[in-house]
């Protein structure tokens, strides 16, 4: 009679359960990614046309700005950890970014930073420890509140100057330099002030370092549109997560979302893709659109800007989706 009366209360429980994660779903955390973040003139222009703060904002950090030098001068440029800006976009509230890229942008097949073999064998471990002691500094500054790291992203593609197939590197390389640059962030104490974020094209066993050196499984989640091929957001983040889930159970991050204007409903692009993503994908804690006019970044890239001068406007459906309490969510 146990037997009986207990298998209904399974049942029972198994279907609660199942319907727990979309009922009991933490909020996704949304922000922008914009080449000029660097300018907060630019983050007050994004508020005042959405309405709200972001919870997220892209800043960029290059290796190579410090030219020959083994650690980054303050006069040096972009090379050093942007405590000012960083600071201040935590006093707000708001998480940064960091595109860190190891990369001289006035040369960019310097094999000096773009090598990953050099990381892993040390040569800019005095740089990489100055800039994590500075991260670990604005995090402290404003109570113990994380940093995301985005290192040397999409290294499994060959568009960037630290592409694996560049500049001798390696999968192997790339790993070991995942690991090295975590264990200079241990000396630093400056490991649980960054949160780090791996991210690819797409989810990569091969490519992944390791559960033990990310924090977030990251992907980029573009539309062509006419380009290519309309593809909805929800079609390529349930590629994202099938793969992500094949080897970690780390959060997923969508480092770079964005759509073309042409092709489709940009509008509804962004309005139904968040809502699935939020509806369907408990695993993704964050989502950054990318808004930006590509083809000055990349050739043969559509405007993938919110607000596209003289063309329609995606804006009113990113406002709305900004405003929804479903995407008010924090990464700390």
Request: charged share 20%.
């Amino acid at each position: 009679m146990r037997r009986l009366t207990f298998i209904p209360l399974l049942v029972m429980l198994a279907v609660l359960c199942t319907a727990l994660p979309s009922a009991a779903r933490a909020p996704i955390a949304i922000g922008i990614s914009d080449p000029r973040g660097g300018n907060l003139a630019v983050l007050d222009q994004h508020i005042k046309q959405v309405g709200v703060k972001p919870a997220l904002w892209t800043l960029w950090s290059n290796w190579g700005s410090r030219g020959g030098s083994g650690v980054c001068k303050a006069t040096a440029g972009s090379c050093s950890f942007p405590s000012a800006t960083a600071n201040e976009l935590l006093r707000r509230g708001i998480t940064p970014v960091i595109w860190w890229q190891p990369v001289d942008p006035a040369r960019p097949a310097n094999r000096n930073y773009n090598s990953f073999k050099r990381i892993a064998q040390g040569k800019h471990d005095a740089y990489i420890f100055a800039w994590a002691k500075a991260l670990r500094q604005v995090s402290r500054n404003n109570g113990n509140r994380s940093v995301v790291v985005r290192f040397a992203h999409e290294a499994s593609g060959n568009w960037f100057p630290w592409s694996i197939g560049k500049a001798g590197n390696t999968v192997n390389n790339y790993k070991a330099a995942w690991r090295r640059i975590d264990r200079i962030f241990r000396q630093a104490g400056a490991r649980n002030s960054a949160k780090f974020l791996w991210s690819n094209l797409m989810p990569s066993r091969l490519h992944y370092p390791g559960d033990r050196y990310v924090d977030f499984i990251g992907a980029t989640v573009m539309n062509y549109g006419q380009a290519r091929q309309w593809r909805s957001m929800n079609k390529v983040v349930t590629k994202v997560v099938s793969r992500a889930r094949k080897f970690s159970k780390k959060p997923i991050f969508l480092a770079e979302v964005g759509s073309s204007h042409k092709g489709g409903n940009k509008a509804g692009w962004i309005r139904t893709g968040y809502l699935q993503v939020y509806k369907r994908f408990p695993q993704v804690r964050a989502i950054m659109y990318l808004d930006s006019n590509a083809p000055a970044l990349r050739v043969k890239h559509p405007d993938w800007r919110l607000a596209k001068a003289g063309g329609p406007s995606a804006v009113a459906a990113y406002r709305a989706i900004a405003k929804s309490p479903k995407f008010r969510g924090r990464i700390r």
